[in-house]
């Protein structure tokens, strides 16, 4: 699986005025806001996103809507399938596959179905195009995301990445209780299960 981000997404998962209401800080052009304080606001909402969200993140998802190109190595057999590396998949914008001279060709993509299986996406086709021999031979850029805003994402979703931007917000050393290392609170891993894939 090899993965690029293409185009990211235009907007954060959460307001970072909800986030500020959240934590009791006042919002930018407000009596007291500090930029410094914005900062680290900021900075824990960056965290907690990148550990969520795309290729890198514990869910193996796009939260808000972005662009991927994936390369395979192979190009299956007719009635075959690819699955894709990031969901939930909104669309397929591009399907390419190499010539004998390495250059990707763009094939028409209407003769291709996206699948979705257990909360994972396939592209299938009943006739997929023959390509030369080359380490990747396969190339399909798609959408993927659940939503262009920050109100189309799960609930469960949206609250987890407060409650981890909180966290990192408010514990900017390591944790430590009684001399021992602590995990981040057990809560935001039972508001993530059930959108974690199974191999994660």
């Known amino acids: 699986m090899n993965l690029t981000l293409i185009t990211a997404p235009a907007t954060w998962p959460i307001d970072l005025d909800r ?14 806001f500090e930029q410094e304080v914005d900062d680290l ?12 969200d795309g290729d890198q993140g514990e869910l193996g998802k796009a939260l808000i809507a972005q662009v991927w190109q994936e390369e395979f190595e192979r190009v299956p057999a007719n009635g ?10 909104r669309g397929i914008n591009k399907v390419e596959v190499r010539d004998v001279a390495g250059a990707w060709q763009e094939v028409d993509v209407l003769g291709f179905e996206l699948l979705r299986s257990d909360g994972q996406y396939s592209l299938a ?8 021999s080359y380490r990747t031979r396969l190339r399909v850029t798609y ?7 920050a109100a189309e994402i799960p609930p469960a979703i949206r609250r987890a990445l407060l409650l981890l931007a909180a966290h990192f917000y408010d514990i900017r050393d390591p944790v430590v209780l009684e001399g021992k290392p602590t995990e981040v ?3 935001i891993e039972r508001l993530l299960a059930p959108y974690k894939p199974v191999w994660v």
Request: glycine letters at 16%; zero cysteines; aromatic letters at 4%.
């Open 19 to 32: 986030l500020r209401d959240h934590l009791g800080e006042p919002r930018e052009g407000v009596d007291g």
């Open 143 to 149: 959408e993927a995301g659940f939503g262009a805003s």
């Open 41 to 52: 606001v900021q900075e824990a909402l960056a965290t907690a996103v990148g550990m969520l």
């Open 185 to 187: 609170p057990i809560s």
């Open 125 to 132: 086709s009943d006739a997929w195009p023959a390509s030369a």
């Open 80 to 89: 075959g399938a690819v699955q894709l590396g990031i969901g939930p998949v």
